[in-house]
């Protein structure tokens, strides 16, 4: 197993640098150019529904981002913030839904995650937090 953790600012101009750390990673696996646009996705998604939800854009906030790969090149990546929560998790991953209208958000991060990985987990209480869990099988290019 391989893993890597990086806590940093709930500032949007962290969020590339923590998506390209977390591919930096994934290197070694010589994947696809479409499997790391994916990951990539799934990594701003995560990171930006922290920054804007989470922390409601205060940016006074921390966000985890850890990535592993198991022996049989399982990634598992976990983002989690200690924010506001959110009141109702399975509403929250209804496509379109958003808590953010006055931003014109499409309400699709927790949608567009959910297709670019094989499991999605969203654990959260009100006023503790977001943990999200995915988990991805990496196929190897060439």
Same mark, same amino acid.
């Given at each position: 197993?391989?893993?890597?953790?990086?806590? %940093?600012?709930?500032?949007?101009?962290?969020?590339?640098?923590?998506?390209?750390?977390?591919?930096?990673?994934?290197?070694?696996?010589?994947?696809?150019?479409?499997?790391?646009?994916?990951?990539?996705?799934?990594?701003?998604?995560?990171?930006?529904?922290?920054?804007?939800?989470?922390?409601?854009?205060?940016?006074?906030?921390?966000?985890?981002?850890?990535?592993?790969?198991?022996?049989?090149?399982?990634?598992?990546?976990?983002?989690?913030?200690?924010?506001?929560?959110?009141?109702?998790?399975?509403?929250?991953?209804?496509?379109?839904?958003?808590?953010?209208?006055?931003?014109?958000?499409?309400?699709?991060? %927790?949608?567009?995650?959910?297709? %670019?990985?094989?499991?999605?987990?969203?654990?959260?209480?009100?006023?503790?937090?977001?943990?999200?869990?995915?988990?991805?099988?990496?196929?190897?290019?060439?």
């Amino acid at each position: 197993m391989n893993q890597m953790t990086l806590i %940093f600012d709930a500032k949007s101009e962290n969020e590339s640098f923590a998506r390209t750390s977390g591919i930096a990673f994934l290197m070694p696996w010589n994947l696809s150019v479409e499997m790391m646009m994916e990951i990539k996705t799934v990594l701003a998604e995560g990171i930006v529904n922290a920054i804007l939800h989470g922390y409601q854009n205060r940016q006074e906030g921390k966000i985890k981002l850890e990535m592993s790969v198991d022996d049989q090149q399982l990634l598992t990546i976990m983002i989690e913030d200690h924010g506001v929560g959110i009141d109702d998790v399975v509403l929250a991953m209804t496509p379109m839904y958003t808590t953010r209208q006055d931003l014109e958000r499409s309400g699709m991060g %927790f949608t567009i995650m959910d297709t %670019f990985l094989d499991a999605l987990e969203v654990h959260s209480k009100k006023g503790e937090g977001c943990r999200i869990i995915g988990r991805k099988q990496l196929k190897t290019y060439g």
